[in-house]
């Protein structure tokens, strides 16, 4: 099995270029101060880095908002690179976490007693305060059971062991649990601080990006600056690739970000009965009324297209709520079908059904 | 001798017959170190594997096609043990973590930080990473994705994952925004009338085009099914001439009969009729998804226009209800009670209102 022979020893472990890595990865903040937005998370940890007093903490938020990245930026400077190792236990949704992990793996490291520093071969000193930190990303994943071992553990070994749980849904993180920790909320990042990261980042790989460009990356990532940080890379590595190189334009970012195009959508809504503003003089002449034969063939062409039916739904919502002349009504009878549809498809059903569901339901209240 | 379907897939991205503007991107992406991760998405026979490896090839060369099938066995926390094929060249590896059902964390856990704590063997590869490829990543269990989530940032610097997907749907957000999202949409009838022609030039015969327009129009954007159908039809009438009967597959002939039974007759010595024949269907191992799809719409076709969207609804409503449920019986014949008693209350007349 030559694909598994373990790695030799003597290689040393990060050879990649960093000219080559992923710009999520190179471009992860180093130090809290690196985190963008989070202003308020920000503020109180640098006063705790100064103090060098930290609770136990939690981290919840959406993807891409920078947890992870500032719970090791934080833990790196506390303890430094060579402490780092034996002061820091790092558990993810990737390692085994059930309750038998939690009474051994993280009972044992909790109740060390912390190892004295070790000298930094960097030269620089660290706070390195007298506790470890332990890591539990990704918590919401974590059973209730083996949630429910940890409340002790956090409790008894309090003094030398602090806790930093990090999750998506608060909500799933046991309530004894939330209770023990100061709690930091991550938000979305607001336009302006993805505009500036985004910024620094392209300027930092000589990469030109008009304000239109940022734009769009903005309004296609939804606060998730993950995203919009691949969306930028890949597009700048398809327009560099082209002969000759082309710029970025928005048009490139949709496409990678997986936007339908409008055509489609107002399309598909013109078929349910919607005025759509461009054609509306075509309409207003013929106000043809479509059936149910017509809408089914509709939907199974956008189907076959592979559009994400998420993404659609969320554009003609926008769509529906934004229309200029639909009443309130019918346009809150629509929201309440597209709501309904939302939470079936993250519950796993069939795109195919409820885009159909929702195209019959809207073109009904439409008709009203 | 191999069917047509395999034997004409192409290798190369250069070699892909349509979404030539897709296929140029996947080359750029394919030329640097810096490839991300990938989601690729789009309705079943629409080319996604075919692309993914044409991809692969891209990366890594001719290597990636010297490919070995191995078993192996995990054994999950509760000592069971479970066996997942691995097919594997010495760039690459894929897997279907849905084989292992339930268990699919473990198999993610495991293979994953085993591939990613490995180094690429071969100096010479053309990259530093390997490539994980996981099909059917939308039926990835919650707790499989969640364990995917920060191995797929922490050993970004030897591997890189191309998941497969239908539908984006059911993957967490957290997974959505690790990958470049890479959407494959079916091939229009035109462009499945060119593959056809295609196959048949290299057949050295000639296909009248009013043939290729039939097969293409009748397989509703999937390629692997056209070429399915090209093959047995070009067994069965060697010139391919005049109106052709592309045969339907059994289980859809057999759908159509229930529905045709649903829409004859509403009784409950009826719904025990259906009942056997869905019970048959799921033997045969056709996804009760298709089953009650391919049910509910036949029976749309037959009803008034007034129920049509009732009986779609219903559907939708079951359908959601099955993936949530574990027996999957119990809600196609609820949704076969439910039809049957819509129609008949709306062929007499009855006022339905307060049934909703
Ligand atoms: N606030 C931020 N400031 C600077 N960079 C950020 C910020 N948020 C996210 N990023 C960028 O996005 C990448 C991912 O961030 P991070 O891993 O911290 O997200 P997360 O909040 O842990 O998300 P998830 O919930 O998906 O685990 C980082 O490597 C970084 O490049
Ligand atoms: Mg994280």
Known sequence: MAFFQPQAKTVPKHTVDPVLQPWIEKYRPKTIDDVSAQEHTVTVLRKALLSTNLPHMLFYGPPGTGKTSTILALARQLFGPDNFRNRVLELNASDERGISVVREKIKTFARQTPRAQAANSDGKSYPCPPYKIIILDEADSMTQDAQGALRRIMETYARITRFCLVCNYVTRIIEPLASRCSKFRFTPLDPLSTSSRLTHIAAAEHVEVTPEVVTTLIDASNGDLRRSITYLQSASRLSSSADPPTPITPRDIQEIAGVVPTTVVNDLART??????????????????RGFDAIQKKVKEVIREGYSVAQLLSQLHDLIIHHQMLPARQKATCALVIAEADKALCDGADEELWLLEVAMQTYKALSR | MSLWVDRFRPKTLDDLHYHHDLSTRLKALAASEDFPHMLFYGPSGAGKKTRINCTLRQLFGTGVEKLKIDQRVFV?????????????SSYHIEITPSEAGSYDRVVVQDLLKEIAQTQQVDLGAKHRFKVVVINEADFLSRDAQAALR??????????RIILCANSTSRLIAPIRSRCLLVRVAAPTAQEIQAVVEHVARKMKFDVP????????????????KALLVFEALKMQS????????????????YCHKVAELIVQEQSPARVMEVRAKFYELLSHCIPP???????????????????????????AFYELRMRLGSKKIYHLEAW????????????????????D
């Not at chain 1, 349910?272 to 009324?289: E, F, H, N, Q, Y």
């Not at chain 2, 920060?150 to 591997?159: G, L, V």
């Not at chain 2, 085009?209 to 692997?224: C, F, H, T, V, Y």
């Open chain 1, 272 to 289: 349910l009965g919607l005025d759509v503003s461009s054609d509306m003089i075509v309409d207003a002449v013929t106000p043809k009324r």
């Open chain 2, 76 to 88: 999950s926390p509760s000592r069971r043990k479970l066996e997942i094929n691995l097919v594997q």
């Open chain 2, 150 to 159: 920060r191995t797929m940032e922490k050993y970004m610097s030897n591997m």
């Open chain 2, 209 to 224: 085009p009013e043939a290729s327009l039939q097969i293409a129009e009748d397989a509703a954007g999937n390629m692997r």
């Open chain 2, 238 to 253: 060697p010139d391919l001439s005049g109106p052709l009967r592309i045969a339907k597959p059994d289980w859809e002939t």
């Open chain 2, 289 to 315: 998804t298709v089953i009650l799809k391919t049910v509910a719409e036949k029976v749309a076709e037959r009803v008034d226009e007034a129920l049509k969207a009732d009986v779609m609804h219903w559907a």
């Open chain 2, 336 to 355: 076969v009670v439910k039809v049957m008693c819509l129609y008949k209350h709306f062929t007499y007349n009855f006022d339905m209102s307060e049934f």
